[in-house]
C-alpha cells in the first residue's frame, strides 16, 4: 500500500494492493482539521427527587467536564480573547456554549460552579419548548477543566401516571444533557432516584440492562422527614451519545446510550416499585 494516498476531492483513494489473504486487515491513520471543542464528561451525577407534598420532581446534574483538544500553546490572555471574539467569534476551538432542551413546562432553573452562582445563563420555556443555555465562567481550552451544576423543577404529572392497583409509576430520561453539534462523551453517570418518604425499591430494578454498577438502596432525607426517603443509584459507565438523542454509540462502548431510558418507580399505601425495561440502543 502507498505511503500516502491519493487525494480525489473529498475522498483518499489507497492501491493498488498485492495479493492479500481473506480477511486480512491493516489500520489506517486519518489526520484531520477539526476546530470544535472536543467535550469530555468523565463524571455526571444526576438526581432525581419526587416530592409528594409539592406535586413537583426536581432535577440536578452535576458535571466534572475537561476539554480535550489541543492544549494552548502560550499562556491564555484574556484581552486578546476578547478582541478575537469582537472580530472573529466564529473562529474558535474552545467551548463556550451548552445548550440544555428540557421537558416542556420545566421552571425554576439554576447554575453554579465551585465558585457559586454563574449569571450568564438564559433559560427560555413556552408552551412548545424549555431551553436553558449556559455560559462557562471562562471559555474552556484544550486541557481545561470544568466543573459545574445545573438543576431545574418539572410539575411530577410530565413524569408520573397512576396504576391500577392504586400507586405511581415515575417515568423519567436516564440521561439528558446538553446536546451540542460537535456532540460530546460520557465515561461515568450516576442516576440517584429519591422517592416519597416510605417507598421501598422493587428487585426488578436490579436487572436494568447496560448499568456496570447497581448497589443496593439506600436512604436520603433533603429535609427531615418522619421516615428517610429511599433513594437509588444505578451507574453507566462509557456512554457516548452524540448530538442526536435517538444516535447508537460506537460498538467500543461496553455501556448503552440512554436516550429515552426509564428510571420507574411504584409507591401507594402498599409501598410497592415497578420497573419498566429501558429504552436503549446499543
Same mark, same amino acid.
Given at each position: ?25 491493516? =489500520? ?50 484574556r484581552v486578546k480573547w476578547q478582541q478575537s471574539q469582537y472580530h472573529q467569534p466564529a ?40 431551553l436553558l443555555e449556559i455560559k462557562p465562567r471562562y471559555p474552556v481550552f484544550g486541557g481545561?477543566?470544568?466543573?459545574? *451544576? ?77 421516615? =428517610? ?9 462509557? *456512554?457516548?451519545?452524540?448530538?442526536? =438523542? ?24 402498599? *409501598? ?11
Amino acid at each position: 500500500m502507498a505511503e500516502f494516498p491519493q487525494r480525489q476531492g473529498s475522498k483518499l483513494t489507497y492501491g493498488p494492493f498485492t495479493e492479500k489473504p481473506a480477511g486480512a486487515t491493516e =489500520p489506517v491513520s486519518v489526520r484531520f482539521e477539526f476546530n470544535k471543542p472536543v467535550t469530555h464528561v468523565s463524571r455526571l451525577e444526576r438526581d432525581v427527587e419526587v416530592s409528594h407534598w409539592g406535586g413537583n420532581v426536581a432535577f440536578e446534574e452535576r458535571y466534572v467536564l475537561y476539554h480535550r483538544g489541543a492544549n494552548l500553546s502560550s499562556l491564555f490572555n484574556r484581552v486578546k480573547w476578547q478582541q478575537s471574539q469582537y472580530h472573529q467569534p466564529a473562529t474558535t476551538w474552545a467551548l463556550k456554549e451548552m445548550k440544555f432542551p428540557l421537558r416542556v413546562g420545566s421552571a425554576d432553573p439554576y447554575y453554579t460552579d465551585v465558585i457559586g452562582n454563574v449569571s450568564t445563563s438564559r433559560f427560555r420555556s413556552n408552551k412548545r419548548e424549555a431551553l436553558l443555555e449556559i455560559k462557562p465562567r471562562y471559555p474552556v481550552f484544550g486541557g481545561w477543566k470544568y466543573p459545574f *451544576t445545573v438543576g431545574w423543577n418539572s410539575d411530577a404529572k410530565n413524569f408520573l401516571r397512576r396504576t391500577a392497583t392504586g400507586g405511581f409509576v415515575l417515568n423519567v430520561p436516564f440521561l439528558e444533557g446538553p446536546r451540542q453539534p460537535e456532540g460530546l462523551e460520557y465515561e461515568q453517570v450516576q442516576v440517584r432516584v429519591i422517592l416519597p418518604e416510605g417507598a421501598e425499591y422493587d428487585p426488578l430494578l436490579d436487572s436494568l440492562p447496560g448499568l456496570v454498577t447497581n448497589p443496593p438502596p439506600e436512604t436520603s432525607s433533603s429535609t427531615p422527614p418522619s421516615q =428517610p426517603s429511599p433513594s437509588r443509584r444505578p451507574t453507566s459507565r462509557s *456512554t457516548a451519545p452524540s448530538s442526536t =438523542p435517538s444516535a447508537a454509540p460506537p460498538s467500543s462502548s461496553p455501556a448503552a446510550t440512554w436516550s429515552t431510558t426509564c428510571a420507574t418507580a411504584s409507591w401507594s399505601s402498599h *409501598t410497592t416499585t415497578r420497573c419498566q425495561p429501558p429504552c436503549a440502543s446499543r
